[in-house]
């Protein structure tokens, strides 16, 4: 492990540092390659759209964030961004003339919804879309930690039905230790009075000033 650089073949070439300046460089690096990365996938985005404007074929947008070949990171805000900019909706999957429950991308509006939203598109960044700022006012602690419970019981019956080998089972812990359900009790504001769990009543924390929003841009796309 002396060499500076590692090579495996049927992976990556690693680069190892050989001090902590090394480290912050290669750290720098992969900022760097995941912001051109990023800037890819938006000029990628921002063609689609102007190929679906110029001809009205936007379906090479389901090649780019196919779930299984296409991009992987980013990928739900990319989504958004062609619902947005591209003038898409989620739409069933069809089989055999017959909905199902999955969807996917369809009902383009047009080559005038394009037109209309193209210089936003060109600068609204795909990565700052598709987050959860919308679905935080309907968060419930309540329903998440119902959720968790949901997964240990499923996990135990998994446990009780032998579906897991003694190696597996090695890494498996199902039992929370005293730190664990301490931390839990205060971040869910419960406290224990006369040997009973009652709610404290936390104030929730301040909310935070949005950012004031940007100039609305023209809404005119240029010729090609």
């Known amino acids: 492990m002396s060499k500076a650089k590692v090579e495996n073949k049927d992976v990556l ?14 750290i720098e690096s992969a900022f760097k390659l995941e912001q051109k990365g990023r800037e890819a996938i938006q000029i990628a985005l921002v063609g689609i759209a102007w190929h679906a404007w110029k001809h009205g074929d936007w379906t090479p947008v389901k090649k780019l964030l196919d779930p299984d070949n296409g991009i992987k990171t980013g990928r739900k805000g990319a989504i958004e961004w062609a619902k947005k900019f591209i003038g898409l909706k989620e739409v069933p999957k069809m089989k055999d003339g017959k909905p199902l429950k999955a969807t ?13 939203n193209f210089q936003a598109a060109k600068t609204t960044m795909y990565w700052t879309l598709g987050r959860e700022q919308d679905d935080f006012f309907s968060y419930n602690i309540n329903d998440k930690l119902r959720d968790v419970v949901k997964s240990i019981k499923a996990m135990e019956a998994k446990i009780h039905d032998g579906k897991y080998t003694p190696e ?20 869910i504001h419960f406290e224990v009075i006369n040997g009973k769990a009652a709610s404290t009543e936390a104030e929730a924390p ?17 010729a090609a």
């Open 13 to 26: 070439k690693y680069v190892l540092p050989e001090d902590g300046n090394g480290l912050d460089k290669l």
């Open 104 to 116: 996917e991308l369809g009902g383009f509006m047009g080559a005038a919804h394009i037109e209309a």
């Open 168 to 187: 597996q089972m090695e890494k498996i812990v199902v039992k929370a230790n005293a730190d664990t359900i301490d931390l839990l009790l205060k971040a």
């Open 206 to 222: 301040a909310p935070v000033a949005a950012e004031q929003s940007a100039p609305a841009l023209e809404n005119q796309a240029k």
